[in-house]
C-alpha cells in the first residue's frame, strides 16, 4: 500500500516570526497611551459628583436614593467606606460636567448602615491596597517607557554618532561575500603583472625581508575612468586572502577642521589591528589635491587631512603588512609629497585595453550571457575601439535588455550590434522630420560616405551610413577601423580632414545651400588642424610646440599665466590652420563634383532605406547601383496598450493614437 505521506507536498521553510522587543516596547507604550486616555477621559459621567456621606443617608432615609453601592476602602483608614450610585437628578462633578453618578466617602454608624440597607444598598468587599496601586503606578510606568524609547534612546544615539563622529568610515569587504581574483580582472595584463609582487608580499613576507627588500608602503593606480582600478584593488585582497577596506577621498572631508585628520587616524589604526590588510582610497585627488594651488588657496580642512596622510603613511613600518593603494584619473594635480618615495613608490598606469584585451573583458562578462553560437567577441572587440571594461560590460548588457525586449533566447549578432551603436553614437530617434529635412541629412551623410569611400583610407573604412536621428547628430555616418590606432600620421590626419568636410561641401555643391548641420564637423576639423600644427609639428613652422595650456586655474598650479608666443607667430599658426583646412575643403570638393552621380544615388539609397552599409556604398561607387540586398530595419513596436478592467469589459474602446 503506497504511504501518502509520500504525495504530500513539502511544506514551504518559513521563516520563524521574531519579533523583536522595540516592537513590543512600542506597542505597550500605545496600549498604556490608550489606558490613560480612558482613564483620565472627560466624558460626561465619566468623574461622579462628590457628596457628603451625610447626604447620601439623608436622602436615602427619605427614599431619593436607592440601591447603591457601599466599598470598603482600607486607604481611608479603619471604618472608613466609600459609597457609590445614581442620582434622580443631574449634578455637577469637579470638572464641572453633569452627570447622575454620585461618589461618598467616610465612615458609617451602625444607624447609618442600616438605614442604606434598608435603601437597598450592596456591600462588597474591600480592594487590596496592592491592586489599587498598581493600578495607579502601571500606566505612568508605561508612560515612562514610551517616553525612554522615543527620547533616552534617541539622545543615546546622537551621543554615539558624535563620538564616532571622528571615527573612519572605510567599509570592509567581506572575504566569502563578493570576492575578487586576478581572473575575474581582464584587459590590463601589465598592471596585474606589476602588481602581483603585493600578493607574494602579503602570502610570505619573509622571502622579500630575508634578502632585506621592502615592498611599497602605498600604490597608486592611474587610469581613466571605468579602466577597473578598482576592481584590481579587490582583486589583490582576492587573491591574498586579506582583509580589505575601502573608503573614499570625500569620506574625510568634512566642514569642521580636525575631523578628517582624526579618521585617518583611526583608519590606518584599524589596518594594524588587522595586519596583514589592504587599505584602498578611491579617488584620492578629492583629498590629495596640491596645497596652497589654485585660486582662492587652500582650504584648512582638507590640507589638515592631507598633512594627516603623509605623517602616518611616513610613520608606517612597512613591514606591518598594511599595503596603501589608491585610485585616480587625475595625477596632475595631486601633491608632489604624496608621490615621493616612501610613500606612495609605485605608481601602476591601467590603460584603456586595446583589441586583445577588449576581448578578454568581453568574455568575463559574458559568461553570465547567455549567447548564441555564432557570435564572435573578436569581432565586437574590433569593433569597439577605447571602450573601457566598463563600457564594454553596459555593451553586453543593452545587448542583453534588446534581446530580451524581443523575446529571443539568447543574445546574437544583430543585437550586439544594435548595442554598439547606442553605446557609440546614442539611441534611436525616430523623429518626425519632414521630406525636406530628411534630404538635407541624405545629401550631408552622402558627401561623408562618397569622400571617404573615393579617398579609401584603410585606417577609416565605412561601416554604415544612417539618416536616423542617433543622440544628438541627425544622422551618422559610422567608422570602424581594423585595429587600434596608436599612431598619427600627417597624411592620414589630411584624409580625416577632407572625410569631414564631406558632408558640408554636399549640402552647398547638390542643395545650393549650407545649414548648420556641419557645425559639428567644423568643430572637430578646427581642433585637428591646431593640433596638427601646434602639438604635432606638422605644417611649415617646423617640430615647435605652440599648443596653450588649457588646464583651469582653479585645479592647476599657477593663478597667473604668461603667454609665450609673439603676435607674429600667433598669426602665422592661425595661417597655417586655414592654409589646411583650405586645402582638405577644396579637396573633398573635387571629389564630390567628380562623383556628383555617385552622390546623388548614395542620397536616394538613403532616403529609401534610411541605413546602408558600407559595402553599399562601395557599390553604388564601382557599378552605379546596389548589388547586395539591403536588410529592412523594422522600427521596434509600440507597447500594446493595457488591458480593459473586467467590469469596463462592455464599454466601447477608444482608437490609439496614431502619433
Same mark, same amino acid.
Given at each position: 500500500?503506497?504511504?501518502?505521506?509520500?504525495?504530500?507536498?513539502?511544506? %514551504?521553510?518559513?521563516?520563524?516570526?521574531?519579533?523583536?522587543?522595540?516592537?513590543?516596547?512600542?506597542?505597550?507604550?500605545?496600549?498604556?497611551?490608550?489606558?490613560?486616555?480612558?482613564?483620565?477621559?472627560?466624558?460626561?459621567?465619566?468623574?461622579?459628583?462628590?457628596?457628603?456621606?451625610?447626604?447620601?443617608?439623608?436622602?436615602?432615609?427619605?427614599? =431619593?436614593?436607592?440601591?447603591?453601592? /457601599?466599598?470598603?476602602?482600607?486607604?481611608?483608614?479603619?471604618?472608613?467606606?466609600?459609597?457609590?450610585?445614581?442620582?434622580?437628578?443631574?449634578?455637577?462633578?469637579?470638572?464641572?460636567?453633569?452627570?447622575?453618578?454620585?461618589?461618598?466617602?467616610?465612615?458609617?454608624?451602625?444607624?447609618?448602615?442600616?438605614?442604606?440597607?434598608?435603601?437597598? &444598598?450592596?456591600?462588597?468587599?474591600?480592594?487590596?491596597?496592592?491592586?489599587?496601586?498598581?493600578?495607579?503606578?502601571?500606566?505612568?510606568?508605561?508612560?515612562?517607557?514610551?517616553?525612554?524609547?522615543?527620547?533616552?534612546?534617541?539622545?543615546?544615539?546622537?551621543?554615539?554618532?558624535?563620538?564616532?563622529?571622528?571615527?573612519?568610515?572605510?567599509?570592509?569587504?567581506?572575504?566569502?561575500?563578493?570576492?575578487?581574483?586576478?581572473?575575474?580582472?581582464?584587459?590590463?595584463?601589465?598592471?596585474? =603583472?606589476?602588481?602581483?609582487?603585493?600578493?607574494? *608580499?602579503?602570502?610570505?613576507?619573509?622571502? *622579500?625581508?630575508?634578502?632585506?627588500?621592502?615592498?611599497?608602503?602605498? /600604490?597608486?593606480?592611474?587610469?581613466?575612468?571605468?579602466?577597473?582600478?578598482?576592481?584590481?584593488?579587490?582583486?589583490?585582497?582576492?587573491?591574498?586572502?586579506?582583509?580589505? &577596506?575601502?573608503?573614499?577621498?570625500?569620506?574625510?572631508?568634512?566642514?569642521?577642521?580636525?575631523?578628517?585628520?582624526?579618521?585617518?587616524?583611526?583608519? &590606518?589604526?584599524?589596518?594594524?589591528?588587522?595586519?596583514?590588510?589592504?587599505?584602498?582610497?578611491?579617488?584620492?585627488?578629492?583629498?590629495?589635491?596640491?596645497?596652497?594651488?589654485?585660486?582662492?588657496?587652500?582650504?584648512?580642512?582638507?590640507?589638515?587631512?592631507?598633512?594627516?596622510?603623509?605623517?602616518?603613511?611616513?610613520?608606517?613600518?612597512?613591514?606591518?603588512?598594511?599595503?596603501?593603494?589608491?585610485?585616480?584619473?587625475?595625477?596632475?594635480?595631486?601633491?608632489?609629497?604624496?608621490?615621493?618615495?616612501?610613500?606612495?613608490?609605485?605608481?601602476?598606469?591601467?590603460?584603456?585595453?586595446?583589441?586583445?584585451?577588449?576581448?578578454?573583458?568581453?568574455?568575463?562578462?559574458?559568461?553570465?550571457?547567455?549567447?548564441?553560437?555564432?557570435?564572435?567577441?573578436?569581432?565586437?572587440?574590433?569593433?569597439?575601439?577605447?571602450?573601457?571594461?566598463?563600457?564594454?560590460?553596459?555593451?553586453?548588457?543593452?545587448?542583453?535588455?534588446?534581446?530580451?525586449?524581443?523575446?529571443?533566447?539568447?543574445?546574437?549578432?544583430?543585437?550586439?550590434?544594435?548595442?554598439?551603436?547606442?553605446?557609440?553614437?546614442?539611441?534611436?530617434?525616430?523623429?518626425?522630420?519632414?521630406?525636406?529635412?530628411?534630404?538635407?541629412?541624405?545629401?550631408?551623410?552622402?558627401?561623408?560616405?562618397?569622400?571617404?569611400?573615393?579617398?579609401?583610407?584603410?585606417?577609416?573604412?565605412?561601416?554604415?551610413?544612417?539618416?536616423?536621428?542617433?543622440?544628438?547628430?541627425?544622422?551618422?555616418?559610422?567608422?570602424?577601423? %581594423?585595429?587600434?590606432?596608436?599612431?598619427?600620421?600627417?597624411?592620414?590626419?589630411?584624409?580625416?580632414?577632407?572625410?569631414?568636410?564631406?558632408?558640408?561641401?554636399?549640402?552647398?555643391?547638390?542643395?545650393? =545651400?549650407?545649414?548648420?548641420?556641419?557645425?559639428?564637423?567644423?568643430?572637430?576639423?578646427?581642433?585637428?588642424?591646431?593640433?596638427?600644427?601646434?602639438?604635432?609639428?606638422?605644417?611649415?613652422?617646423?617640430?615647435?610646440?605652440?599648443?596653450?595650456?588649457?588646464?583651469?586655474? *582653479?585645479?592647476?598650479?599657477?593663478?597667473?599665466?604668461?603667454?609665450?608666443?609673439?603676435?607674429?607667430?600667433?598669426?602665422?599658426?592661425?595661417?597655417?590652420?586655414?592654409?589646411?583646412?583650405?586645402?582638405?575643403?577644396?579637396?573633398?570638393?573635387?571629389?564630390?563634383?567628380?562623383?556628383?552621380?555617385?552622390?546623388?544615388?548614395?542620397?536616394?539609397?538613403?532616403?529609401?532605406?534610411?541605413? /546602408?552599409?558600407?559595402?553599399?556604398?562601395?557599390?553604388?561607387?564601382?557599378?552605379?547601383?546596389?548589388?547586395?540586398?539591403?536588410?529592412?530595419?523594422?522600427?521596434?513596436?509600440?507597447?500594446?496598450?493595457?488591458?480593459?478592467?473586467?467590469?469596463?469589459?462592455?464599454?466601447?474602446?477608444?482608437?490609439?493614437?496614431?502619433?
Amino acid at each position: 500500500m503506497p504511504d501518502p505521506k509520500k504525495n504530500r507536498l513539502p511544506l %514551504p521553510n518559513i521563516p520563524p516570526n521574531k519579533v523583536q522587543p522595540k516592537i513590543l516596547l512600542f506597542y505597550a507604550a500605545i496600549v498604556a497611551a490608550i489606558c490613560l486616555i480612558y482613564y483620565y477621559s472627560d466624558s460626561p459621567g465619566a468623574l461622579p459628583a462628590p457628596l457628603k456621606i451625610q447626604d447620601v443617608v439623608d436622602r436615602a432615609a427619605r427614599g =431619593e436614593i436607592k440601591d447603591g453601592v /457601599i466599598r470598603t476602602e482600607s486607604a481611608i483608614g479603619f471604618g472608613g467606606v466609600v459609597v457609590t450610585g445614581t442620582l434622580p437628578e443631574k449634578v455637577k462633578n469637579a470638572k464641572g460636567r453633569e452627570t447622575d453618578r454620585f461618589e461618598a466617602s467616610g465612615r458609617l454608624t451602625d444607624a447609618n448602615l442600616a438605614i442604606l440597607q434598608q435603601a437597598r &444598598f450592596t456591600e462588597k468587599p474591600s480592594n487590596n491596597l496592592w491592586g489599587s496601586i498598581l493600578i495607579q503606578i502601571v500606566p505612568f510606568i508605561l508612560l515612562f517607557g514610551l517616553v525612554y524609547f522615543l527620547f533616552v534612546r534617541q539622545l543615546k544615539g546622537a551621543g554615539r554618532g558624535a563620538l564616532s563622529f571622528g571615527k573612519s568610515r572605510a567599509k570592509r569587504l567581506n572575504r566569502e561575500k563578493g570576492k575578487v581574483t586576478f581572473a575575474d580582472v581582464a584587459g590590463c595584463d601589465e598592471a596585474k =603583472e606589476e602588481i602581483s609582487e603585493v600578493v607574494g *608580499f602579503l602570502k610570505n613576507p619573509k622571502k *622579500f625581508q630575508s634578502i632585506g627588500g621592502k615592498i611599497p608602503k602605498g /600604490i597608486l593606480l592611474v587610469g581613466p575612468p571605468g579602466t577597473g582600478k578598482t576592481l584590481l584593488a579587490k582583486a589583490v585582497a582576492g587573491e591574498a586572502d586579506v582583509p580589505f &577596506f575601502s573608503i573614499s577621498g570625500s569620506d574625510f572631508v568634512e566642514m569642521f577642521v580636525g575631523v578628517g585628520a582624526s579618521r585617518v587616524r583611526d583608519m &590606518f589604526e584599524q589596518g594594524r589591528k588587522e595586519a596583514p590588510c589592504i587599505v584602498f582610497i578611491d579617488e584620492i585627488d578629492a583629498v590629495g589635491r596640491q596645497r596652497g594651488a589654485g585660486l582662492g588657496g587652500g582650504n584648512d580642512e582638507r590640507e589638515q587631512t592631507l598633512n594627516s596622510i603623509l605623517v602616518e603613511m611616513d610613520g608606517f613600518d612597512p613591514n606591518e603588512g598594511v599595503i596603501i593603494i589608491a585610485a585616480t584619473n587625475r595625477p596632475d594635480v595631486l601633491d608632489s609629497a604624496l608621490l615621493r618615495p616612501g610613500r606612495f613608490d609605485r605608481q601602476v598606469y591601467v590603460d584603456l585595453p586595446d583589441i586583445v584585451g577588449r576581448e578578454q573583458i568581453l568574455k568575463v562578462h559574458a559568461k553570465k550571457i547567455a549567447l548564441a553560437d555564432d557570435v564572435d567577441l573578436n569581432v565586437v572587440a574590433r569593433g569597439t575601439p577605447g571602450l573601457s571594461g566598463a563600457e564594454l560590460a553596459n555593451l553586453l548588457n543593452e545587448a542583453a535588455l534588446a534581446a530580451a525586449r524581443k523575446n529571443k533566447p539568447k543574445v546574437d549578432n544583430d543585437d550586439l550590434d544594435e548595442a554598439r551603436h547606442k553605446v557609440l553614437f546614442g539611441r534611436e530617434r525616430r523623429k518626425v522630420m519632414d521630406d525636406e529635412d530628411k534630404k538635407i541629412v541624405a545629401y550631408h551623410e552622402a558627401g561623408h560616405a562618397l569622400v571617404s569611400a573615393v579617398i579609401k583610407d584603410p585606417t577609416m573604412p565605412v561601416h554604415k551610413v544612417t539618416i536616423i536621428p542617433r543622440g544628438q547628430s541627425l544622422g551618422s555616418t559610422m567608422y570602424i577601423p %581594423p585595429k587600434d590606432l596608436y599612431n598619427y600620421a600627417r597624411g592620414r590626419m589630411l584624409n580625416r580632414l577632407a572625410m569631414l568636410f564631406g558632408g558640408r561641401v554636399a549640402e552647398e555643391t547638390a542643395l545650393g =545651400e549650407i545649414t548648420s548641420g556641419a557645425s559639428g564637423d567644423i568643430e572637430q576639423a578646427t581642433k585637428l588642424a591646431r593640433h596638427m600644427v601646434c602639438d604635432w609639428g606638422m605644417s611649415s613652422l617646423g617640430p615647435i610646440a605652440l599648443g596653450d595650456n588649457q588646464d583651469t586655474v *582653479f585645479l592647476g598650479r599657477e593663478i597667473t599665466r604668461s603667454t609665450n608666443l609673439s603676435p607674429e607667430t600667433t598669426r602665422q599658426v592661425d595661417i597655417e590652420i586655414r592654409a589646411l583646412i583650405d586645402a582638405q575643403y577644396r579637396r573633398a570638393k573635387d571629389i564630390i563634383v567628380t562623383h556628383r552621380e555617385a552622390l546623388e544615388k548614395i542620397a536616394a539609397a538613403l532616403l529609401e532605406y534610411e541605413t /546602408i552599409d558600407g559595402k553599399h556604398v562601395a557599390e553604388i561607387l564601382e557599378f552605379g547601383e546596389i548589388k547586395t540586398p539591403v536588410p529592412q530595419i523594422v522600427p521596434p513596436p509600440l507597447p500594446p496598450p493595457p488591458a480593459p478592467a473586467e467590469n469596463d469589459s462592455a464599454a466601447p474602446r477608444e482608437s490609439p493614437n496614431p502619433a
